[in-house]
């Protein structure tokens, strides 16, 4: 089975301060992560996607993710937050056998002005 | 979003009727999902399809139904048998390494 972990259903930032959204997995193989962003009322939309390689992970928007193996971990990044970050964030897991990705509870993120 | 488009976006449903959510898509990919999303609960899988005129259930396909019968479609139904149908509903079609989303439809139980 697989599952993903994201502890804080609420993280706040100051305009212009670096951001963390946290992000743990559990996966059986070796795992494929991703980030979805989600506006109100708004389907997801694709961030960022951990397949293989750099655990270092650019995507869209400024945003970058880290992949920790021994930590099981999966934080999403961004080194300057904006006000228009403000949205819901999920974290989603597979074990690349068959894409049938698990999501995350989600983490709201709010940055103040 | 993605070639994937989800009608309506608003739908309500009287106790006891059954209601259909349509899901299209343009992208050519096999598999395409339905999710259901509660505040606070994330998405939740109903029932996947990962090739025409197969299905599998999720995680809390009580009280819904699935089709596959073209590979741009696959409508959900929600039956009377579903007690708690409120919720955002939201489709996704997937290549092997990305999933792309439609823009949800939001059901309501008057």
């Known amino acids: 089975a697989q599952s993903v972990a994201q502890p804080e259903d609420q993280v706040n930032v100051a305009e212009g301060n670096p951001l963390t959204v946290k992000c743990t997995y559990s996966?059986?193989?070796?795992?494929?992560l991703f980030w979805y962003v989600q506006y109100p009322n708004r389907g997801l939309q694709f961030l960022l996607k951990?397949?293989?390689?750099?655990?270092l992970v650019k995507g869209s928007y400024g945003f970058e993710a880290e992949f920790n193996k021994s930590q099981t971990s999966f934080h999403l990044k961004k080194p300057s937050a904006l006000v228009s970050d403000s949205a819901l964030y999920f974290c989603a897991v597979t074990d690349g056998g068959s894409y049938i990705p698990t999501f995350g509870r989600g983490t709201s993120l709010i940055v103040h002005p | 979003d993605g070639g994937i488009t989800q009608s309506p976006k608003y739908l309500f449903r009287k106790e006891g009727q059954n209601v259909t959510l349509s899901c299209e898509q343009n992208l050519n990919h096999d598999a395409m999902y339905w999710y259901r999303q509660d505040p606070g609960q994330g998405l939740r899988l109903i029932y996947y399809s990962q090739i025409v005129n197969d299905f599998q259930k999720g995680d809390i396909a009580e009280g819904y139904s699935v089709s596959r019968e073209k590979k741009e479609s696959f409508p959900l139904t929600v039956t009377s048998a579903q007690k708690n149908p409120t919720a955002f509903y939201l489709c996704a079609a997937g290549q092997f390494t990305e999933a792309f989303f439609g823009q949800g439809t939001r059901l309501t139980v008057v």
């Open positions: 996966v059986s193989g070796n795992p494929y």
């Open positions: 951990y397949i293989t390689g750099d655990n």
